[in-house]
Each structure stands twice: as structure tokens, then as C-alpha cells.
């Protein structure tokens, strides 16, 4: 089983419509978890963090749910301007490295 | 302003060569990385260093070698034993905490697109 799994997608959602996307990670001793965002054919940027209290940043919000081994990220009201491809990452206990999730392709429509 | 400097930025190479990919940071960070990245595909991870004069290897380390002899410089050497080395190298440090651990947040240059010809 691969250390963190995404759905590749892709979405395609219309404009304000509400759309989610999980990852799920198999070492339940994860620490650390992130969503990054990535532009066709740029380097990816960093999106939020994720909390296991969850967190929300304007449309966006973020959760964990260590029992499941999942994290979230739902985007309300989508725009045109997130289609892009949301990539998770994880930093595990006893390695130092991160590890990406093969990431989520969102296309938001007119 | 700080950041992070890969180079150069498209790179063509013929089969049976080596060819090393630049990265510069001077935001001061300990631990630097390199991925890399096939169309439609994720980031995977070929080798990561935590501080100066060590390095591990990632997943996909065969093929590829570096060093880190400075903090603010960490190389990628492609060599002619990577049976398929077209793909896109993104090059990351991360900071750390107070604590002495990694805060998992990545800073990424932009990146090195490498074609064999």
C-alpha cells in the first residue's frame, strides 16, 4: 500500500459549486500534514496546513481524521481560478523525508 | 529576497550523459530536497538532507546522486545509469521548529525540466 493515496480525479465541478477531496496515509503515526496547490507545469505552493482541530482559511478548509487515517480539503464556492491540482504531503515519525500524495486534479467550469 | 534558485531552467542531454541540476537557497534552511515529477504524476522523492555533509535517499534514489557540502547548495547529479531521466526535478528546503524538528512546510524553487534526447 502506497504511503499516502489521492484520487487523481479529475473534478470537474461548475463555478460555486462545493467540492472535496480526501487523501488517506497509512502510517498511523503520521505527524505532520499539508495541502499544496500545483499550476500546470509550476511548482507546487503551499496551500494550508491541517490541524486535527481543523482549520479554515477563507473558502477553504481543512481537516484530519487521525481514527481513519484520512485528511480533507473542501473548497466552497469554487472559482475558475482553483482548477489546478491539489497535491497532500505528510511527514511521517522515524523519517525525516515528506511524502507527496500523487495528487487531485480540480476543474472548476464556467 | 530569499528563496530558492534552481538552475538552469530546460536542460536537453544525450543518452550516456551526466548532468547536474543547481540548487541554491538562502533562506537559511537545514533540510533541502529533491523531487521529481512525470506528467500527470506526482512527486516523488530522490534524496533529502537534514544538514550539511549528510543525505538519505528518497524512493526513487537509483540513478541519481548529490552532495551538500554547503547549507545553501544541493545538487542533483542525473547520471547515465537513470534509464529514464525525462521528467520535471523540483529542488525544496524546509525550516525548522525551535525544537530542532522539521515544521514539514516546503519551500520550492522552479524547477528544472530535463529532456534526453
Known amino acids: 500500500r502506497k504511503e499516502v493515496e489521492q484520487d487523481p480525479g479529475p473534478f470537474n465541478v461548475p463555478e460555486g459549486a462545493t467540492v472535496a477531496f480526501n487523501c488517506t496515509y497509512s502510517?498511523?503515526?503520521?505527524?505532520?500534514f499539508f495541502w499544496y496547490r500545483q499550476d500546470c507545469r509550476k511548482e507546487p505552493k503551499l496551500l494550508m496546513s491541517?490541524?486535527?482541530s481543523g482549520n479554515e482559511d477563507g473558502r477553504f478548509t481543512a481537516q484530519l481524521n487521525r481514527a481513519s487515517q484520512y485528511i480533507s480539503l473542501l473548497i466552497r464556492d469554487s472559482k475558475l481560478s482553483d482548477s489546478a491540482t491539489y497535491l497532500c504531503?505528510?511527514?511521517?515519525?522515524?523519517?525525516?523525508?515528506?511524502?507527496f500524495g500523487s495528487g487531485t486534479r480540480l476543474q472548476v467550469q464556467p | 529576497d530569499g528563496g530558492i534558485t534552481q538552475s538552469p531552467k530546460y536542460l536537453f542531454r544525450k543518452e550516456g550523459q551526466n548532468v547536474t541540476l543547481s540548487c541554491e537557497q538562502n533562506?537559511?534552511?537545514?533540510?533541502m530536497y529533491w523531487y521529481r515529477q512525470d506528467p500527470g504524476q506526482g512527486l516523488r522523492l530522490i534524496y533529502y538532507?537534514?544538514?550539511?555533509?549528510?543525505?538519505q535517499k528518497g524512493d526513487i534514489a537509483e540513478g541519481y546522486s548529490v552532495s551538500r557540502e554547503k547549507k545553501e547548495s544541493f545538487p542533483l547529479t542525473v547520471t547515465s545509469a537513470q534509464k529514464n531521466p525525462t521528467a520535471f526535478y523540483l529542488c525544496?528546503?524546509?525550516?525548522?521548529?525551535?525544537?530542532?524538528?522539521?515544521?514539514?512546510?516546503?519551500?520550492f524553487g522552479e524547477g528544472s525540466r530535463l529532456t534526453v534526447l
Open positions: 525544496a528546503s524546509s525550516p525548522r521548529t525551535s525544537g530542532g524538528t522539521n515544521t514539514g512546510e516546503l519551500f
Open positions: 502510517n498511523s503515526a503520521s505527524q505532520s
Open positions: 491541517v490541524y486535527s
Open positions: 504531503l505528510h511527514q511521517g515519525t522515524g523519517r525525516r523525508a515528506l511524502t
Open positions: 533562506l537559511n534552511h537545514d533540510a
Open positions: 538532507s537534514q544538514i550539511v555533509n549528510d543525505f
